[in-house]
């Protein structure tokens, strides 16, 4: 039954390229997923656009010289082109720094406005006055009240773990200008999250526990465990949405609040573009709305865009919002500062026409319940032993063969014996198994039953050996082959949502048009033959080519030298082994996670050093929701003096790094094996 779906993948920020994490976790499950349900008939609408407000596009535009709008339509351009190389098939791209979205989000304020879904706030924020623009906390830096640390941030200090308002700063300056900042009051709009809370409950808690992620559904668990609290919807910016109010001079949406709706304007003008009736995949109870997303952005799909739509009063909300985890890159997070990453149009000029390899390996190796790991050893044996080897390897034999034998023409199927339907039985089975796991979101479990089609296909040509009968037995061998060319249809077919363009070449060569019916994935599971006999084939082409050792080794060494070039080393003064050897240093596992009342920064850990159990402060609750880190393997400073932090006696350290947005992370040991209360040394 045809049913109508709105499809969004995540905005990306336009302040750099994308690289195959975008595309593991959000865009290539967002294309499977939109790509399979249109195929199956259903009225689908897959929509996108680039993210062009906020404080990282205009402090990036200061840093260059140039204006914000340079900055977004460099990276706008860039990104969309990235998305058609690797086939995205967005129905409608569009930006957030266009008309259409302006108007869209300004019209979906006043609303909320008029709906009484704001509270105005007054409150003292810094402001630059060279700079004329008030002062996000991240960009102001003072002395910390506590412990003197002189580099310490309006919100948190990194050195002692304090979190504090910018105010309490001694000596303040602006990260931007290095001048000592002013205070100024200021009013801002409040969507009144709190007055949903009961909503969401229901929504989430109640109606969506069975049906989405349980990641997506522990976390938000457990912000609305929290309590949420009104959230401020506006702030003092050029750069972004005008607030449309007089009292609201010199004031923007933030972005979080215009982001979302900018899925809202790519649809309108898609409607606008193709003459439809956008309303209907926005408010009609009848559509499915499904945001695909990486995990980092769940809080704003799952709990503020539905309270948002919720206020506004005729929205539908979300069926599901299936987010990812993150991909990790040999083994290490990835970064755009670092340079750690592998960036999609220098992919595609050393490795040109092969955009469904990193396709079919991001999908095969998705990050669906975990963070997952990418590295090119694992991408070229996939590409090898799988795509080459055995997809590559089965559709070959069977073209080369058909036009060795007859000259490219099918055959005619003879009598069928059980082992021809019980291949084509099992390769039922499969294409059943692809369909229920895609409906699931489970892309990585369809696409290695694809690869299963194609086994199946290899084995039963290995098995039937028809180069061995083709002397004595023609008519067996006709039906062989015959059989062969049916599996080879119908994996053109399949592999269209995973791998659009091998979909299309092996199409081509079988010249699916000539037959007798349409290659449709409905054809397919009724269980018709797709191809006719005495259609001509074409000649033998390469679906997929073996990747060698050095073209690997080079991608290898490309990433590790701009590991080198950015790494810094450290500058403190040097130490003996006999100071080292001072420290205490154990590892721990997180028995026990909560929260400090009154601080935004402090948990409150139990970690299990084997011999004993010990309770410590750490300052890692912007980083890490409590129930995310039980388990986790740390390593702890035992010896450290005990001290009371936050009215907590805090008995040793955990030890922490930053990634690449600056962000408290555990360090922990990657060896399973590894178990608390050993000694590091
Ligand atoms: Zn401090």
Redesign the pocket.
């Given at each position: 039954m045809s049913k109508r779906y709105t499809i969004t993948a995540a905005l990306p920020y336009t302040n750099g390229p994308i690289h195959i994490g975008h595309l593991a976790g959000v865009y290539i499950p967002a294309d499977i997923y939109s790509r399979f349900l249109r195929i199956k008939g259903n009225d689908v609408l897959f929509v996108c656009g680039s993210d062009e407000h906020g404080v990282p596009i205009t402090l990036k535009a200061k840093k260059d010289g140039i204006n914000p709008q340079d900055v977004v339509d460099k990276y706008h351009k860039i990104i969309k082109d990235s998305f058609v190389d690797f086939g995205i098939s967005f129905d409608n791209y569009s930006r957030t720094s266009s008309k259409i979205h302006h108007k869209t989000a300004s019209d979906f304020f006043t609303k909320l406005n008029d709906n009484n879904q704001f509270a105005k706030i007054e409150s003292e924020q810094f402001y630059d006055e060279s700079e004329d623009q008030f002062l996000a906390d991240r960009f102001i830096i003072g002395t910390?009240?506590?412990?003197?640390?002189t580099e310490?941030y309006g919100d948190q200090?990194?050195?002692?773990?304090?979190s504090h308002n910018a105010i309490d700063l001694i000596n303040p300056k602006s990260s931007i200008t290095g001048l000592s900042p002013e205070l100024k009051k200021t009013t801002h709009w409040y969507l009144k999250l709190d007055s949903h809370q009961s909503f969401l409950e229901d929504w989430i808690l109640k109606s969506h526990k069975l049906d989405w992620k349980p990641n997506v559904y522990g976390q938000c668990k457990s912000w609305l465990d929290d309590g949420l609290k009104p959230r401020a919807v506006t702030r003092d910016l050029e750069w972004g949405v005008p607030v449309p109010l007089e009292s609201a001079n010199g004031k923007v949406l933030y972005v979080w609040f215009d982001a979302p709706i900018g899925y809202i304007s790519s649809t309108i003008e898609w409607a606008k573009n193709n003459n439809k009736n956008w309303e209907k995949y926005w408010k009609d109870p009848e559509t499915e709305l499904i945001h695909f997303i990486g995990k980092d952005n769940i809080v704003f799909h799952c709990i503020i865009f539905p309270a948002m739509l919720k206020a506004e009063g005729s929205y539908i909300l979300p069926k599901n919002v299936p987010a990812n985890e993150f991909l990790n890159l040999e083994g290490d997070k990835i970064s755009t500062s670092k340079n750690w990453a592998v960036w999609l149009p220098e992919y595609l000029k050393d490795f040109p026409n092969q955009q469904d390899v990193l396709r079919y390996v991001l999908t095969s190796n998705a990050p669906e319940t975990k963070d997952n790991d990418f590295t090119w050893k694992d991408f070229q044996a996939k590409n090898n032993n799988e795509l080459v080897a055995i997809f590559g390897n089965f559709i070959n034999r069977v073209v080369v063969l058909t036009n060795k034998y007859y000259n490219g023409a099918i055959p005619k199927k003879n009598n069928f014996l059980d082992d021809d339907k019980e291949v084509l039985n099992q390769i039922d089975m499969s294409i059943l198994k692809i369909e229920k796991s895609i409906q699931k979101f489970r892309f990585r479990e369809a696409c290695n039953e694809l690869i299963n089609i194609s086994r199946t296909g290899n084995k039963y040509l290995a098995d039937q050996e028809p180069w061995k009968i083709i002397k004595e037995d023609q008519a067996r061998v006709e039906t062989v082959m015959y059989v062969s060319l049916q599996i080879s249809a119908i994996l053109s077919v399949i592999s269209e949502p995973f791998l659009p363009n091998t979909s299309k070449k092996l199409k081509d060569i079988l010249n699916s048009k000539d037959h007798q019916i349409e290659w449709t994935w409905d054809n397919v599971i009724k269980n018709i033959n797709l191809i006719k006999t005495g259609v001509n084939i074409n000649k033998a082409e390469l679906l997929f080519t073996k990747i060698e050792d050095k073209e690997i080794d080079f991608q290898i060494s490309k990433l590790n030298s701009s590991k080198k070039s950015k790494s810094i080393v450290s500058k403190k003064q040097e130490v003996n082994l006999n100071d080292f050897s001072k420290l205490n240093l154990k590892i721990g596992a997180i028995l026990e996670a909560k929260k400090i009342k009154k601080s935004k920064k402090l948990l409150l850990l139990k970690v299990d050093i084997k011999d004993e159990i010990r309770t410590i402060v750490s300052g890692i609750a912007k980083s890490y929701d409590p129930y995310e880190i039980i388990g986790t393997k740390v390593v702890v400073l035992t010896n450290l003096e005990s001290k009371v932090i936050a009215g907590v006696q805090s008995q040793g350290m955990v030890l922490l790094t930053k990634d690449e947005n600056d962000r408290d992370v555990f360090i922990s040991p990657d060896n399973i094996s590894t178990n608390e209360g050993l000694d590091i040394s």
């Open positions: 910390c009240p506590k412990c003197h640390n310490c200090c990194e050195k002692c773990g304090a």
